[in-house]
């Protein structure tokens, strides 16, 4: 039990483009998703928090307008990569839990694998 | 500042030693301790989590944990390494006060040799 899905586990777009990536909970209800993304090498930088229904949680330096995140139900979150640039090239990766304790596990996706041209 | 250190970016083990990898956390409170398994291209997969009792966590695929609190440690072992064990491996804390917050390490990768 316990799976999250990620797709596409792999996009290539041109500069300028969006790029939408879906994040599932396969078998379970998830109160919470999170975003991140992961530098080569490198730990994980939470982008977002994000609740069934309401607006998503940024941390800080995170550009809400660049990294649109819609949670539209309890099993589905996904996020926009608006007008992306070579910059935003990146591992990104969601998780979901199912209650809203703090010692509730994170359930990880397999990640995407962005790269703009 | 809330943080989680993971002092060896690297371990090296030959396949059937013991192996420690270290994790120390500067994180208020009494937090919940996590740790994660991530191999090449993959997200990160649960191992186990420390959340309250015995300081000995036992978790999946024959790893384990300590916890130390006057340490505030949470190292992870294995009595006897695998070469399939080889991955990038990270601590995770979560405080108790902010259900939204999850600081991770900076990841080690670990190397099982035959």
């Known amino acids: 039990g316990a799976v999250v899905s990620q797709h596409p586990s792999r996009v290539i777009c041109k500069s300028g483009t969006s790029v939408k990536i879906e994040c599932r909970s396969l078998?379970?209800?998830?109160?919470?998703m999170f975003w991140y993304r992961q530098f080569p090498k490198q730990s994980l930088m939470l982008m977002a928090t994000?609740?069934?229904?309401?607006?998503?949680?940024?941390e800080q330096g995170v550009e809400k307008d660049k990294f649109l995140i819609n949670h539209a139900s309890l099993t589905l979150s996904t996020l926009t990569v608006t007008s992306a640039h070579p910059e935003d090239s990146s591992f990104y990766i969601c998780?979901?839990?199912?209650?809203?304790?703090?010692?509730?596990?994170?359930?990880f996706g397999p990640g995407t694998r962005l790269l703009v041209l | 500042a809330q943080s989680v250190a993971q002092p060896e970016d690297q371990v090296n083990v030959a396949e059937g030693n013991p192996l420690t990898v270290k994790c120390t956390y500067s994180?208020?409170?009494?937090?919940?301790l996590f740790w994660y398994v991530q191999y090449p291209n993959r997200g990160l997969q649960f191992l186990l989590k420390?959340?309250?009792?015995?300081?000995l966590v036992k978790g999946s695929y024959g790893f384990e944990a300590e916890f130390n609190k006057s340490q505030t440690s949470f190292h992870l072992k294995k009595p006897s390494a695998l070469v399939s064990d080889s991955a990038l491996y990270f601590c995770?804390?979560?405080?108790?006060?902010?259900?939204?917050?999850?600081?991770f390490g900076s990841g080690t990768k670990l190397n099982v040799k035959p």
């Open positions: 995770a804390v979560r405080p108790t006060y902010n259900f939204n917050k999850f600081y």
């Open positions: 420390y959340i309250t009792g015995d300081n």
């Open positions: 078998d379970f209800q998830a109160t919470t």
């Open positions: 994180v208020s409170g009494n937090p919940y």
């Open positions: 998780s979901a839990t199912r209650g809203a304790d703090s010692s509730e596990t994170q359930y």
């Open positions: 994000s609740n069934e229904g309401s607006k998503a949680t940024y």
